[in-house]
């Protein structure tokens, strides 16, 4: 029996079980999906975040094929609205770093043990003296026992630890388009750019090899389940509205070089709490952020390396850090709210609008990112984060 069991082997469990490794603690993980996933989603670290992984060597490993983004520009109809300057920011890391996040994911992997693939966990039961998780697969049904477990199984696990009311959930109607792409040379490669047009943003990121991610608000309206909704997210469909939005929001050089896009949806959800006796709860089964701002990964993160040294306490002395736990817990809870919100704030700006307001919009950004200096990149910079005080 190890002395933690992590269920889940994304960013936030595997970060989690190589800084328990790193600590002496005797951890397992197990994941339901039978190989390392390589779908793109998350794609930028922020400072506190490359701050807190320096010790376990994993920033080295990220930012030796990381773009660092120093720099971001607002602009609307090829006008610069704006600029926000993380090389300004007094942190140790002044930039985003971007990166895949299967190739986060590996750097982050070293030193975590393997995790036990193919095993999917279906119930999980706080006693007195343990946590006991039925799990099923490969090898057929069994019950694993850790003194500690930590659920860090994504979105679709948190029913195996809450009950559906009682979690905090807020559906928005906007759907978006993403695609990663070769682009053409430019001489902005290193700047990520907001494009604000009237019909809804378009978001251009840059990735390591001459990529950059492509994230469009989609004019497609039909509410989730309308007899349209097949031909709307057919492939074919998908990819001719974000070559359309690139053509019509600013990055029509790179429309021809995108081969696919997939499509997505947000939701804002938030855990009630994130521990139960011998149970820790983290990453996006505590707290769904709109990927509109990027902060989800690196939230959960947050909870992941400000976690473990509370349990390596607790593994080492046999007594439970409570006092420690509560303040991590009031701490990564407000830190969730903190990045919903911004999340929130940045959705409601992309969003289509009259060009009356859209020009509206526009200068009132300008103003306002000329006016708050430092304010803005520190808050997209995960400077509100409690971790990052
Ligand atoms: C389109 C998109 C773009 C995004 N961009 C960004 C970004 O730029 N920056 C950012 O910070 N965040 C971003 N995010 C959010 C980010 O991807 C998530 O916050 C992050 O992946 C959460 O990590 P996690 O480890 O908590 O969960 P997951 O990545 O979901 O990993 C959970 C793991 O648990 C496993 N699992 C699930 N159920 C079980 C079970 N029952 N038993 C065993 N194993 C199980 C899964 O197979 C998976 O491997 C984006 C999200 C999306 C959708």
Redesign the pocket.
Known sequence: MPEVLV????????TLAAELARRGVDVEI????PHA?DG???????APVLAALEAGGATDRILADAVRVSRGEARSDGTLLGVVRFDRLSVRHPYVA?LP?ARTEAALAVGAPAPRRG????AVRVADADVRVR?TGARGDDELRAPIVVL??????RD?VFRPDAVRRTSYPDR?L?SDADVPERPDAETAVVHLAAAGVLES?PLPDSRR?F?AWDTATAAAGSPDDADLDAPAARLARLRTALRERGEADAAETLTSA?G?RVRRVLAPAMRRGRLVV????AH??S?I?????????LDALTLAPLLAEWTRTGVEPATGLARWERDRLRSARTAGRMAAVNMRLGRPVSATTHALRGRTLGTALAATGSLVPHAYAMGLDAAAR
């Open positions: 269920i889940g082997a994304g960013p936030v469990g595997t197990v994941e339901r999906r996933g793109s989603r998350a794609i930028g670290l922020h971007t996040q095993t999917a966990v279906t799990v860090a199984a994504g979105v679709g696990a195996l978006y993403m990121f991610r994230v997939t997505f983290i990453g996006d089964s769904e952020i990927p701002g990027g902060q989800g990964m690196n939230l959960g993160l």
